[in-house]
């Protein structure tokens, strides 16, 4: 008779903790979806089999300074590669932060007070559709390598090493395995499948970010439909809202790190992001621009033509 309670009394149990881990676990994913991964970013309409290519406007703080274009390759191994090409003209140094590139401002004293510099960027993800490796050089005026940021993954373990003239720096971190790691100057194309309150962590790298502090971890919320206007048409899309903290989005003077505007159909239209000085904005182009050329295929980057 004792042992028939026991069996009741564990069973009670064990369905409350299961109902505890459905509810907590298992339903919200239901009700608003899993985060983005690299497998549905690139699954969006405009990815084929054949190399897809996608451009960019770029702004900042309202004023036009280049043009970035995206372009991604499956090989026939199954990797998928994106290689970008940012090209950014004349950015006044006002708008570059004395902390983070102070030691590079310095070096051009004498010159005109605007530079130009550019950003090629690589990212290879294996055919399970996870991030194996990245790359990102960053070019200022006249140095062919004022930066260099390299990420490689090994068993959940990312491993940063960055390089800025005589400086180096190392660092590894745990990193889960359907982590999309985004990187600030190279906006993803697609982020299909988005529902109202999804919730999901962005590790975000640039070679803008200090040196000691290459990468940081954003929380991205779907806050609210707002209408943009795209292509002369006036588009309800879906407002992605990031921030430092989990917690930040409840207080009423929070400003987000960054804000993207996605289409119905999951095309990301625009981006807004705090760069040093100011904020960054990325417009989607109409007209795709050509693709950029390979670097594992011997191609020289080339700057964006805008179309």
């Given amino acids: 008779m004792m042992s028939r309670w026991f069996n009741v009394v564990v069973g009670l149990f064990w369905l409350t903790t299961m109902g505890w881990l459905v509810l907590a ?25 054949e190399a897809a290519t996608v451009g960019w406007h770029i702004f900042w703080d309202e004023q036009a300074v280049g043009s970035a274009a995206s372009t991604s390759r499956r090989n026939v191994d199954g990797v ?48 399970l559709g996870r991030l194996g490796s990245f790359e990102s050089l ?12 390299r990420g490689v993954v090994e068993d959940n373990q990312l491993q940063l090493n960055l390089t800025s003239g005589g ?23 697609n982020l299909p499948g988005l529902r109202l309150h999804q919730r ?43 921030h430092d903290d989990e917690h930040a989005r409840h207080a009423q003077d929070d400003v987000p790190r960054g804000l993207v505007w996605v289409h119905p159909d999951g095309r990301v239209l625009r981006q807004d992001a705090e760069m040093m000085n100011g904020w960054l904005r990325f417009e989607r182009m109409t007209v795709a621009p050509p693709p950029v050329p390979s670097k594992a295929s011997g191609g020289t980057p080339t700057k964006v033509e805008i179309p």
Avoid: C
Avoid at 39 to 48: K, L, M, N
Avoid at 138 to 149: D, F, H, I, P, S
Avoid at 200 to 206: E, F, G, L
């Fill in 167 to 189: 400086f180096h720096y190392t660092t590894r971190t745990y990193l889960p395995a359907d982590s999309v790691v985004s990187d600030s100057m190279s906006p993803h194309a």
């Fill in 138 to 149: 960053l070019k200022v005026g006249t140095l062919a390598e004022a930066v260099r940021l």
């Fill in 200 to 242: 999901w962590t962005v590790p975000v790298y640039s070679p803008f970010h200090p040196p000691n502090h290459p990468m940081e971890v954003l929380h991205a919320e779907v806050a609210r439909r707002e209408p943009i206007v795209w292509n002369g048409k006036l588009v309800n899309a879906w407002l992605v809202m990031y």
């Fill in 80 to 127: 998928l590669q994106i290689e970008s090409r940012v090209d950014l003209r004349q950015v006044p140094l006002d708008k570059l932060s004395p902390f983070r590139l102070g030691s590079l401002v310095n070096m051009f004293q004498g010159v005109p007070r605007e530079l130009d510099m550019s950003v090629e960027t690589l990212f290879e993800i294996d055919p």
């Fill in 25 to 49: 676990k298992v339903v919200p994913s239901l009700l608003v979806g899993e985060p983005p991964s690299y497998r549905t970013i690139f699954a969006g309409p405009d990815q084929s089999p």
